[in-house]
């Protein structure tokens, strides 16, 4: 059995803020630390193996996961989980079963990473920018093929269709802006992909200064309302109220 010592260490680090903070808003500034400290500056000096490094985004995963359960009064439990849609099978980062019908389901995604040491080579940063398009192509073909699957094809209204179809899709996103990231651009990207296609999206963007991980902060009004519209405790909430309602 494969043991990742920086992924473990930063896995069990974050849950305990989880359990302390019970907000992610309230926990950002220790997440950046954590995620720095605990692994990106191992990364950066060339420490820490890639199919561990490659584990962050199920260290954001399970961080969400339990935000989800510890913010529905530990109510809803929310796993990964293989199921079927209309086309294909899908490996999903969070999924909620009742009467074997799929209620909830999301992916939750991490993207950008440092530059960093490969043996004698340096390997610059990796911009969220070289990735996101594959990554929201994914998340969006996931929704509907599962929604198509679940409630069926006939849709008269493609916005009332999303609102109310079955499974309820969520994304949470973590994403490290870097030097030649189009921040407007991105959050734009985010907003469509919540007004077309998932019923929720959370993201949580930051930046490398002066030798830490900082929250990003946009002076642009629209930008700003809409990351308020697309914030991760927000969109946890909303699973939680489905949840709620649908369930009782």
């Given amino acids: 059995m494969v043991v990742f010592k920086y992924i473990t260490e930063l896995r069990e680090e974050l849950l305990r803020l989880a359990e302390e903070y019970r907000s992610f808003s309230r926990m950002k500034e220790d997440f950046l630390l954590l995620l720095y400290n605990k ?4 990364r950066m000096r060339g420490i820490v193996p890639e199919g561990e490094y490659r584990q962050k985004g199920n260290v954001f995963r399970d961080l969400i996961e339990h935000l989800i359960w510890i913010r529905s009064g ?3 439990r929310l796993r990964s989980r ?3 849609g209309a086309t294909e099978i899908h490996d999903l980062d969070l999924a909620f079963i009742l009467d074997q019908k799929l209620i909830i389901a999301g992916e939750v995604k991490m993207l950008g990473s440092p530059p960093h040491r490969r043996g004698r080579e340096i390997k610059p940063e990796r911009a969220t920018r070289k990735d996101i398009d594959k990554r929201l192509k994914e998340v969006k073909f996931t929704s509907i093929d599962l929604k198509l699957k679940y409630t069926g094809t006939q849709i008269a209204d493609w916005h009332k269709w999303i609102d109310k179809s079955i499974p309820q899709f969520y994304s949470f996103w973590a994403c490290r802006i870097g ?3 189009n921040v407007e651009l991105i959050i734009r990207k985010f907003k469509s992909l919540r007004d077309w296609y998932n019923n929720g999206v959370g993201i949580f963007l930051f930046k490398e200064e002066n030798g830490k ?3 990003l902060e946009v002076e642009d ?3 700003r309302r809409i990351l308020v519209e697309l914030d991760i405790d927000s969109t946890i909430d909303e699973i939680v ?5 649908y369930r009782y």
């Fill in 82 to 84: 293989r199921v079927e």
């Fill in 241 to 245: 109220r489905f949840l709620s309602k």
């Fill in 74 to 76: 530990e109510k809803f």
């Fill in 213 to 215: 991980y900082t929250p």
């Fill in 221 to 223: 009004g629209e930008m």
């Fill in 39 to 42: 692994l990106n500056k191992h």
């Fill in 179 to 181: 030097e030649e990231d």
